[in-house]
């Protein structure tokens, strides 16, 4: 399948693997995909698909993984133990990688601390007509 003007990627659905092609600009992207896997397959082994290559250079970068069992359940209604078993992973999955390896990754954008940062560039320098205390928070 190929990524349209509406995804980032397109999926090929093999019997064991899985590979995500980004289309051209959404390098970002998959190296992000690419880190999380790797994070996950070192902290959370069996949890997420185990990394198998990728070529994160390539024009329209690609990410290969390995196929989880099962099927999708988007669209589904969930009963108890389906609901139990996917809270359960999506927490182990908040909770595998230690904060202090988590320190080293990136933020991503979109996040406070890089938005504020943007923002902070973009705006031009003001000198505000209020008092100290508040010219101090406009900065």
Known sequence: MTADSWSTHGLDLGPDTVTKRFRTGFR?????????LTLLDVHAPGLAPT???????ADESTVVM????????????????????LASAVSEVYGAVPAHVLDEVPV??????????????WAPPARPRVGPEVGRLLL
Do not use: M, V
């Not at 970002?28 to 999380?36: G, K, P, V």
């Not at 390995?66 to 139990?84: F, T, Y």
């Open 66 to 85: 390995s196929r989880l069992p099962g099927g999708p359940l988007r669209g589904q209604r969930l009963d108890d133990r389906q609901l139990d078993a």
């Open 108 to 121: 991503r954008p979109g996040h406070r601390q890089y938005l504020t940062g943007r923002i902070r560039a």
């Open 28 to 36: 970002e992207q998959s190296e992000r995909e690419w880190r999380a």
């Open 51 to 57: 990394p198998r290559h990728a070529d994160l250079a």
